[in-house]
């Protein structure tokens, strides 16, 4: 089946520090991957995107490669600032086998200044 | 503005009290989704939709219905709600399929089954 499993957080890092979230992944098709971003008391909101192997996403200095040899899309993002503070998660979706979407259990973020 | 509405944004009710969240959206999409968000178990789809009158189960669709008689809405029942059912809940949509279209958020329902 599909699944997706995310680094647990919480995850506090200092302003300008790197960031590394890891994603990985389970699918028996050929599934798009996301990065979608939750701000506290709102929606979620897509971040970003890829739908192939090899592929880059990338959205306000965040970036994600679908790496389909290690099954992962870790994003990251090289300095991150305080207006970052909120919760990541990853999602796939494999339309051959369906419709549906799969998320990661989320991973928090602060940043402190 | 595009947007998802979802509503009530909370509601506090007791067991076996039907009740309805409804969901609508303004930009003529097609696909349209409820999750339900818990604590260390990220967001899971309980229902999805591609168009009117199409609707399939999502990984946790039991003690939960939907239909789907316009494109706009997408209304969730829960005909005999839980304590198990008390969870942050999520409206979403998109132009169609949704993986490679961006899921438009709703900002969600928090619901407390007593």
């Known amino acids: 089946g599909n699944s997706v499993t995310q680094m647990e957080g919480p995850v506090t890092l200092s302003e300008e520090a790197f960031l590394t979230i890891n994603c990985t992944y389970t699918?028996?098709?050929?599934?798009?991957l996301f990065w979608y971003v939750q701000y506290p008391g709102e929606g979620l909101q897509l971040l970003l995107k890829?739908?192939?192997?090899?592929d880059k996403g990338s959205n306000k200095g965040f970036e994600a490669t679908y790496r389909k040899e290690t099954t992962s899309f870790h994003l990251e993002k090289g300095s991150v600032q305080v207006s970052d503070s909120a919760v990541y998660f990853c999602?796939?979706?494999?339309?051959?086998?369906?419709?549906?979407?799969?998320f990661g259990t989320g991973t928090s973020l602060t940043v402190i200044p | 503005e595009a947007q998802v509405t979802q509503n009530p944004r909370y509601l506090i009710t007791v067991t076996g009290k039907k009740l309805t969240v409804t969901c609508s959206q303004n930009m003529n999409h097609e696909y349209m989704s409820w999750y339900r968000q818990d604590p260390g178990l990220g967001l899971r789809q309980i229902y999805y939709s591609m168009n009117v009158e199409v609707t399939d189960k999502g990984d946790v669709p039991e003690g939960y219905k939907v239909s789907r008689k316009e494109k706009r809405n997408f209304p969730l029942i829960l005909e005999s709600p839980s304590p198990n059912q008390t969870s942050l809940y999520f409206c979403?949509?998109?132009?169609?399929?949704?993986?490679?279209?961006?899921?438009?958020f709703g900002d969600g329902t928090r619901l407390s089954i007593l």
């Open positions: 979403a949509s998109s132009r169609d399929r949704g993986e490679e279209q961006p899921q438009h």
């Open positions: 890829a739908t192939k192997a090899d």
């Open positions: 999602a796939l979706s494999d339309h051959r086998t369906g419709n549906q979407f799969y």
């Open positions: 699918a028996t098709g050929y599934p798009s």
